[in-house]
């Protein structure tokens, strides 16, 4: 193995690390043990650095005992039922079949996982100890496995057919002045510069955060990453529309202002006092609305192609966004104020732009406002949903 994929070995190198005996990295398995005990193996694996099982040797003696071609065609089977419905998140898996010395040795390559904590049906974490395993139960040692993921974050990936050319400069310049109390030019850097230093592009690049935030072209590149919006006469998504917005264009600042404009007229008003002339608000405060779609905008993921929806009923307001919530972080947490940055780069600038607060507070703070407030986080259809009751 090279690099944490898999390639191809022969007789005399498998013979060799069978002869090693099982390892950290090297696990002996003569059948298919119990789907549930296959899980904690490729979980340990993926927890840790990686390695192989060989399936057709005894992990007592390290015998050779090969599989059948039926063995093998059901092991497959398993490992990729197992790797795909048992391991949360899933994993994938590289088999091959080597000969030695007349049997047939599946051996399955794990690569070292880029979405930890991997966890069973039960959320239960292993790690691998050696030649065995062992179960994780430290706060601390779940929060290593976080830091240590070495997944490509969605919003540091490069655009393909973007351009430091396609940059809004009066946009970008609005960010420097609120990040540095300084304008471009009195910087002296030239914009492509200031860029790279930020993270923000590469060779010409502009990267997801960049484009979102200041590409003239985010609508033209990525326009599945906005925001639609429905307000419709009744409680059923089948009732009639009475007001629609398609994909709003612009990048996040613009679609984040459109969608609050959006929200407005359709949203009741009511006066804040008794009074004749009494100033009015919103039925649901506004600030509730401001955290939400910021929330939604800097926090959904990424990696799905699909719009956010905000959907607005005659009882709630849904705000739905792509992607459940990232590895540990549940529902409870969000309420305690934790959070975790499925988009750091984003986070980190769009800070300077948007109305975040920050610091997990967001949903604290809406709950306070407006504890109407319904969190579903749906994991069949990879998706986070809030729902803020109307009062009718």
């Given at each position: 193995m090279?690099n ?5 070995m022969?007789?005399?190198?498998l013979l060799?690390i ?5 390892s950290?990295?090297v ?16 979980i340990?694996?993926?927890n840790?650095?990686?390695g192989i099982?060989?399936?057709g040797i ?9 599989l059948?071609?039926a063995e093998?065609?059901?092991l497959?089977?398993q490992?990729?039922n197992t790797a795909?419905q048992k391991?949360y ?5 590289i088999t091959e079949?080597i ?6 040795i599946v051996?399955?390559t794990?690569?070292?996982?880029g979405d930890?904590?991997?966890?069973d049906?039960n959320?239960t974490i292993?790690v691998?100890n050696?030649?065995d ?5 430290s ?8 830091q240590?993921?070495?997944s490509l ?6 655009i393909?057919?973007s351009?430091i050319n ?20 009195d910087l002296?850097?030239?914009v492509?510069?200031?860029l ?5 592009c590469k060779?010409?690049l502009?990267n997801l955060t960049?484009l979102?935030?200041f590409?003239?072209?985010?609508h ?9 919006c429905?307000s419709?006469d ?5 009732n009639t ?5 398609g994909i709003?264009?612009g990048?996040?600042?613009i ?6 404009d959006f929200?407005?007229?359709n949203?009741?008003k ?10 009015t608000k ?8 401001e955290?939400?779609i910021?929330n939604?905008?800097?926090h959904?993921?990424y990696?799905?192609s699909?719009?956010?929806k905000v959907?607005i009923?005659?009882?709630?307001v849904e ?8 590895n ?6 969000i309420?305690?104020g934790?959070?975790i940055?499925?988009n750091p780069i984003l ?5 300077f732009?948007?109305p ?12 306070n ?7 579903e ?7 986070f ?8």
């Amino acid at each position: 193995m090279e690099n944490g994929n898999s390639i191809a070995m022969n007789e005399q190198e498998l013979l060799a690390i069978i002869q090693g005996g099982e390892s950290s990295k090297v696990q002996f398995k003569e059948r298919l043990p119990h789907l549930d005990t296959l899980a904690h193996e490729l979980i340990a694996f993926s927890n840790s650095q990686g390695g192989i099982i060989l399936f057709g040797i005894n992990d007592k003696t390290g015998k050779l005992n090969g599989l059948s071609f039926a063995e093998i065609q059901q092991l497959n089977q398993q490992l990729v039922n197992t790797a795909s419905q048992k391991v949360y998140p899933p994993v994938y898996l590289i088999t091959e079949t080597i000969p030695v010395q007349g049997n047939n040795i599946v051996v399955v390559t794990v690569n070292e996982g880029g979405d930890k904590p991997y966890k069973d049906s039960n959320g239960t974490i292993y790690v691998k100890n050696g030649a065995d395993k062992r179960k994780v139960t430290s706060n601390d040692e779940i929060a290593r496995l976080l830091q240590s993921r070495k997944s490509l974050y969605a919003d540091e990936s490069l655009i393909n057919g973007s351009s430091i050319n396609d940059i809004d400069l009066d946009q970008f310049n609005s960010f420097i002045l609120r990040k540095y109390k300084k304008s471009i030019e009195d910087l002296n850097i030239d914009v492509e510069k200031i860029l790279a230093n930020l993270d923000l592009c590469k060779n010409d690049l502009l990267n997801l955060t960049c484009l979102l935030l200041f590409s003239k072209k985010r609508h033209l590149l990525r326009p599945q990453f906005s925001i639609q919006c429905v307000s419709i006469d009744g409680p059923k998504i089948e009732n009639t529309f009475i007001d629609s917005e398609g994909i709003i264009d612009g990048t996040i600042p613009i679609v984040f202002q459109r969608t609050m404009d959006f929200i407005d007229r359709n949203m009741k008003k009511v006066p804040e006092t008794t009074g004749f002339n009494s100033p009015t608000k919103w039925e649901i405060p506004y600030e509730v609305f401001e955290e939400l779609i910021v929330n939604a905008l800097v926090h959904r993921d990424y990696y799905i192609s699909s719009t956010i929806k905000v959907i607005i009923y005659s009882n709630r307001v849904e705000i739905i966004s792509p992607g459940k919530l990232p590895n540990s972080l549940t529902i409870e947490n969000i309420k305690n104020g934790v959070s975790i940055a499925r988009n750091p780069i984003l986070l980190s600038t769009a800070q300077f732009i948007l109305p975040y607060k920050g610091l997990g507070t967001g949903i604290i703070r809406s709950y306070n406002l407006y504890p109407e407030i319904i969190m579903e986080n749906d994991i069949v259809n990879n998706q986070f949903k809030v729902v803020i009751k109307r009062k009718t």
